[in-house]
């Protein structure tokens, strides 16, 4: 039996032209629904892709308009804080130039000198605290790169640097006379030999059956144990003269011979000289070896440390009392005389950066002679 294919060709015609109709509507429809001429590369291959060109230039200018605005910000910032530092140095000047006259007195020039240091310390707050987004535009040497355009290589730089009192060279400006400082070894307390009476010596020395004498009236010592000299006038006791070792009351100074009889010695003790005052005084008490060697002052320099007097004589010839000090090489610690007149060096307790607590020491010193810093030594 034969097969027959029919063929409504006329029917095809239409069904094909319908679908070309139904794409080409779709396209309208697409184009004025998006608004746009090409929606895909379908549309047009090139157009798309110059399009795409078009559009990621402008994303990125867009971008470049916002970056620049922050470095507007940055740099607005950056002029604030200046200006404020540029306020503090002309305050700083006119006080310079008002310390330069020669009608102040050391108390005006310790005034002026007070507000300077404010001054200074304000420079280095703003300095050290302006910041803009996290950036600290101040505290340090930076370079900010700023992206202006939408292609590489299309940056502004942005030099920063670091300003403070330290890099404007004024971190040592003092316009105060520097004191003349006085640190006297504390040795107040005066030797009295009242006590060591003819019959006195007599009972002191071994032996003796006459009264004896204190010979110059001088007493000797080696830092450590005290000497004097006596002389017996009788024959009998002739053979007894020389050094007899006494006692001596630290507190009082009176000067005793021993409870018990001793021997005098002929020569002159080794290492002995003639002192007038209570030796030793001046040896710090191991507590503040202690707080000497807390500190990092090695073991065998807190053991040469004094306890010193200070003084400061200011350009006009005023002396003012500086209390106490102890005295290791060069450097002098602030201390303080208790009321059991024991001797403590002053200290403060500050957290380094690790969280842990130290305790410093106040030094001595400054441009001045009179100013305290805290030592500590790692």
Known sequence: MAQVINTNSLSL?????????????GTAIERLSSGLRINSAKDDAAGQAIANRFTANIKGLTQASRNANDGISIAQTTEGALNEI??????????????????????????????????LNEIDRVSGQTQFNGVKVLAQDNTLTIQVGANDGETIDIDLKQINSQTLGLDSLNVQKAYDVQATVENSVKLDTSALTADAIKGGVTGATTAGALKDGKVYSNGTDYYVEVSFADATDSGKNGFLKVDVNTTTGAVTVPAAAANTVAAKPAGVA???????????????????????????????SEVVKMSYTDKNGKTIDGGFGVKVGDDIYAATKNKDGSISINATEYTDKDGNTKTALNQLGGVDGKNRSCYYRR
């Open 13 to 25: 015609l239409t069904q094909n032209n319908l679908n070309k109709s139904q794409s080409a509507l």
């Open 86 to 119: 540029n306020n503090n140095l002309q305050r700083v000047r006119e006080l310079a130039v008002q310390s330069a006259n020669s009608t102040n007195s050391q108390s005006d020039l310790d005034s002026i000198q007070a507000e300077i240091t404010q001054r």
């Open 274 to 304: 003639e002192v007038t005052e209570v030796q030793g005084l001046n040896t710090p008490s191991s507590a503040v070896q202690d707080q000497l060697t807390a500190a990092g002052v090695s073991a065998a320099d807190a053991a040469k």
